[in-house]
T-cell receptor
Framework: SAVISQKPSRDICQRGTSLTIQCQVDSQVTMMFWYRQQPGQSLTLIATANQGSEATYESGFVIDKFPISRPNLTFSTLTVSNMSPEDSSIYLC???????????FGQGTRLTVV | KNQVEQSPQSLIILEGKNCTLQCNYTVSPFSNLRWYKQDTGRGPVSLTIMTFSENTKSNGRYTATLDADTKQSSLHITASQLSDSASYICVVSAKKPGGSYIPTFGRGTSLIVHP
């Protein structure tokens, strides 16, 4: 299994600012992902964080808005840039030990943009 | 388009009662189906995983079923406890050419257990 620590757990931010969310895994993992979960909605994949290369973004998400870093096999960050109230959501970090293995999740970051 | 539909959207039951949550999917090619429990303010935690050949899987008071022909799954909770209050998410994974897997998440069923 893998234990994921995500921080901050919540934040209230002013529109136009940026927030960086950190995700630390207690073991080396092949795959790390970032999801967004809006109220009453399912998890939506933002991107796959690739170690040593640029993240792979899903349709509707772009690097300028959601830059991602993954400097090693245990750590990743997601930045929500130039925030607007529409970015208010829960952001979740996830990791998998292998291609089709169980996904482990951080506790999420509840972001409110005012 | 891969989709996962869950019902009911929300459910309120009394402590000690049983309940069943439903998941219908149109995910292809099917690889596996997982049920996750998400407590408020926490990330989802896996309860069960089922592959094509499995039609039932238990984890304590949680029992999942899978009918791959009708593309339906259910999660049955026996003798509910207050701690079962959470959102239950059905996740169905498809295998892409090249070997990677794409999970499709349902919106979840919000379960509230009252004393």
């Amino acid at each position: 299994s893998a234990v994921i620590s995500q921080k901050p757990s919540r934040d209230i931010c002013q529109r136009g600012t940026s927030l960086t969310i950190q995700c630390q895994v207690d073991s080396q993992v092949t795959m790390m992902f970032w999801y967004r979960q809006q109220p009453g909605q399912s998890l939506t994949l933002i991107a796959t964080a690739n170690q040593g290369s640029e993240a792979t973004y899903e349709s509707g998400f772009v690097i300028d808005k959601f830059p991602i870093s993954r400097p090693n096999l245990t750590f990743s960050t997601l930045t929500v840039s130039n925030m607007s109230p529409e970015d208010s959501s829960i952001y979740l970090c996830s990791a998998r030990l292998g291609m089709n293995t169980e996904a482990f999740f951080g506790q999420g970051t509840r972001l409110t943009v005012v | 388009k891969n989709q996962v539909e869950q019902s009911p959207q929300s459910l309120i039951i009394l402590e000690g009662k049983n309940c069943t949550l439903q998941c219908n999917y149109t995910v292809s090619p099917f690889s596996n189906l997982r049920w996750y429990k998400q407590d408020t303010g926490r990330g989802p935690v896996s309860l069960t995983i089922m592959t094509f050949s499995e039609n039932t899987k238990s984890n304590g008071r949680y029992t999942a079923t899978l009918d791959a022909d009708t593309k339906q799954s259910s999660l049955h909770i026996t003798a509910s406890q207050l701690s079962d209050s959470a959102s239950y998410i059905c996740v169905v994974s498809a295998k892409k050419p090249g070997g990677s897997y794409i999970p499709t998440f349902g919106r979840g069923t919000s379960l509230i257990v009252h004393p």
